[in-house]
């Protein structure tokens, strides 16, 4: 493989992990306060319609991200309230938002665009444009930094570094903050927390928030930079796979760049390449399709290293219960 | 804690949370600009109006019953069962493995076979996430999620290199014999004097889990391993004290759950493709999340859920057929069935208890 391939197929590779990353991060926050969340696919594809839909109406990239973190935001309101407030189960909260933001999102695209559930192409200021960096085409003839800079670290769209950004941030809110402290404390073991006065619900909802806004990059990311556009279940299970990578992580952020990186990868590969040979063995597209799942499925079985998750996780937590 | 009568909380809950997705339902059409009342009269007439309509109604209700039951069972021993959409794929593949190896002489020898292939498939796939989840402690939710994805990775590649026959374009495998063509319900009817459709896909699959039913409801409350998955949904600490086995308990609820996801692929694939195509199941092991939350994981709840889901799904195949109104409506529906009957459960129950509880001490 020379230079201009790897770099096109690690370029097409961070595109692939940006949306990854931010839904996993998202994930991160939910299921370190002990809510899961496996609505993350429905909360991204309702942000990339949002998105999407006000992008087209309105021209303006800004307005649609805006709309795009709302409606992930809301769905995730709905989340809040099933599983905090009325202590529902919240793996089957996290299915019903799945179906609807898979079924709404159709419904309204038909209504209001009549393009068989899809949104019309965006172009110009109602898509992200790629940032070129400083001296990116200057620096080009520079021998393999040259193109490394220009073609891999330059050129991308905003929400790419913003997602970058967020690594380094998520950690600090996570680990040096007093918010951060409470935050995991709820997860871990939420009696203490209320025992000390901080309110649990609210911290709970809180990381809901957070939840449903980073899941409303991630759907605005899919919609606004990397197609031009909404179709039908264009997260394709990108969701799943966030989940996947936030149990390869075992909910840090550092390591959840790591996961989301690896399995973008996958997923370049896959894409540019039908069949892959490595060490005389052909390997079909399908199981670089499906390597995150397996991954997965061998972690949580704790065969290479054990993920843990917080230990009040998917529990409703009820004020002074009485055993 | 038992402040509500049983009637109340088997019908009066799950009717109010049904009314309340209904309205809801109802909304969203009035938001798209269509009228609710005309959409129900049309998804009535179009589900229900006719034996075409009903015999696609009940084909939809057969899977749903399969995949229901699945969820069901695997609740009853506390495991929320998520894959059933990946059991049932497999469960494709074994009936399309059992048709395709032998040339059956006829229906009634390649039927039984075929659904111990579904199951067996089926089973195999629930059995591993299983024994994750009772030897490694996996949660059951993740890996069964991660083994629908890897199902479907594994059919996409046996149809496309393996089973698709020579020269042929389409990811399927070929055709099954005439032998293992079962009978409609037109075939089954006709000798009654029923004349009913030719056209719809329900087939004698829909016997099959009608009987499963009744062996589910067998299993679960007339059983010894019945009573003991019961007891170990009910509280894990007190079936351990009494004996019961959890891994083996775990291992016998999940390998039941996937039989029967397993088992609804003699319906579609069997009964009406008759040959495996890519996404034979269609979201039916997730609809089946929906059922058993409705049927309150009682086999007759179950059945009576299919049928409405059934209905729901043809009748909204009609709507989007005569109406602007897309088919993914009714995923709107569902979406707010299992949010209202199964999320948001205490959302309808905590006032319906306060209600019970003043209304008893008006009486006392």
């Not at chain 1, 992200?128 to 670290?153: C, K, N, Q, S, W």
């Not at chain 1, 680990?175 to 609210?202: I, K, Q």
């Not at chain 2, 030719?198 to 059983?223: G, H, Q, Y």
Request: aromatic letters at 8%; one cysteine or more.
């Amino acid at each position: 493989m020379d230079l201009a391939t790897l770099l096109q197929v690690l370029d097409s590779t961070i595109r692939l992990a940006t949306p990854l990353l931010l839904a996993c991060l998202a994930g991160l926050f939910s299921e370190r306060s002990g809510i899961y969340d496996i609505g993350l696919e429905g909360k991204m594809l309702a942000a990339a319609f949002g998105s999407a839909a006000t992008a087209a109406v309105t021209g303006s990239v800004w307005l649609g991200l805006l709309a795009g973190i709302g409606s992930s935001m809301a769905l995730a309101g709905l989340h809040g309230l099933s599983a905090i407030t009325f202590r529902g189960n919240q793996l089957i909260s996290g299915v019903a938002i799945n179906f609807l933001a898979a079924g709404l999102t159709v419904v309204l695209a038909q209504d209001w665009f009549h393009q068989g559930g899809r949104t019309p192409s965006l172009s110009g200021g109602a898509r992200f444009d790629a940032i070129a960096l400083p001296l990116a085409e200057t620096l080009r003839p520079v021998p393999v930094l040259g193109p490394v800079y220009a073609e891999l670290i330059s050129g991308h769209t905003l929400l790419v570094y913003v997602a970058v950004a967020l690594v380094p941030a998520s950690w600090w809110v996570l680990y040096r903050t007093r918010f951060g402290l409470r935050l995991r404390a709820v997860g871990e073991n939420p009696e203490a927390v209320d025992t000390a006065g901080v309110s649990v619900p609210a911290t709970r909802y809180a990381a809901v928030a957070i939840c449903g806004a980073l899941c409303g990059l991630a759907g605005a990311y899919l919609a606004t930079s990397l197609q031009a556009g909404f179709s039908r279940d264009m997260t394709a299970g990108r969701g799943y796979i966030a989940l996947a990578a936030l149990i390869f992580a075992k909910w840090r952020p550092w390591q959840a760049l790591g996961a989301t990186v690896l399995f973008g990868l996958l997923q370049a590969m896959a894409l540019r390449y039908q069949n892959i040979e490595l060490a005389g063995i052909a390997f079909p597209g399908q199981v670089m399709d499906a390597l995150p799942y397996i991954l997965t499925v061998v972690i949580l079985a704790g065969f290479v290293g054990r993920a843990v998750p917080p230990r009040a996780g998917g529990e409703p937590y009820v004020k002074e219960r009485k055993i | 804690m038992n402040t509500i009568p049983k009637w109340a909380d088997l019908v009066l809950i799950p009717l109010i949370s049904l009314a309340i997705a209904a309205l809801l339902s109802a909304l969203v059409i009035l938001g798209i600009g269509e009228d609710p009342v005309a959409a129900v009269k049309m998804m009535v007439s179009g589900a229900l109006g006719s034996t075409y309509g009903w015999g696609y109604t009940l084909y939809y209700a057969t899977n749903f019953i399969f995949t229901g039951l699945a969820v069901a069972v695997a609740f009853h021993a506390g495991l929320f069962n998520i894959g059933g959409e990946g059991q049932a794929t497999l469960g494709g593949l074994g009936v399309a493995l059992v048709c395709l190896a032998l040339p059956w002489p006829h229906w009634a020898l390649a039927l039984p076979a075929a659904a111990l292939g579904a199951a067996l498939f089926g089973a195999a796939w629930a059995a591993i996430p299983a024994w994750l989840q009772a030897r490694r402690g996996s949660h059951i939710v993740i890996t069964t999620i991660m083994f629908n994805f890897i199902a479907a990775s594994l059919l996409n590649y046996l149809l496309v290199n393996v089973l698709r026959p020579a020269g042929a374009m389409d990811p399927s495998s070929a055709r099954f014999g005439e032998g293992t063509h079962l009978p409609t319900l037109h075939d089954l009817a006709a000798p009654l004097g029923i004349a009913f459709s030719k056209a719809a896909p329900a087939n004698i699959s829909f016997l099959l889990a009608l009987a499963a039913c009744l062996a589910v409801w067998l299993l679960i409350w007339r059983t010894r391993p019945g009573y003991e998955i019961r007891a170990l949904g009910h509280s894990e600490p007190a079936a351990l004290y009494a004996g019961i086995h959890p891994l083996r308990t775990v291992m016998w609820a999940m390998l039941i759950s996937g039989a029967l996801a397993g088992l609804m692929a003699v319906n579609t694939v069997m009964g009406e493709a008759e040959r495996l195509v890519m996404n034979s199941v269609g979201g039916a092991g997730f609809i089946g999340i929906a059922v058993a939350l409705m049927g309150r994981n009682h086999p007759l709840g179950v059945l009576l859920a299919a049928i409405l889901f059934g209905f729901l799904y043809q009748g909204g195949a009609e709507l989007a057929l005569w109406t602007d109104i897309p088919r993914e409506l009714i995923v709107v529906i569902q979406a707010l069935v299992i949010l209202f009957t199964g999320a948001l459960d205490n959302m309808v129950r905590m006032p319906l208890e306060r209600l019970f509880l003043a209304l008893g001490k008006g009486r006392a």
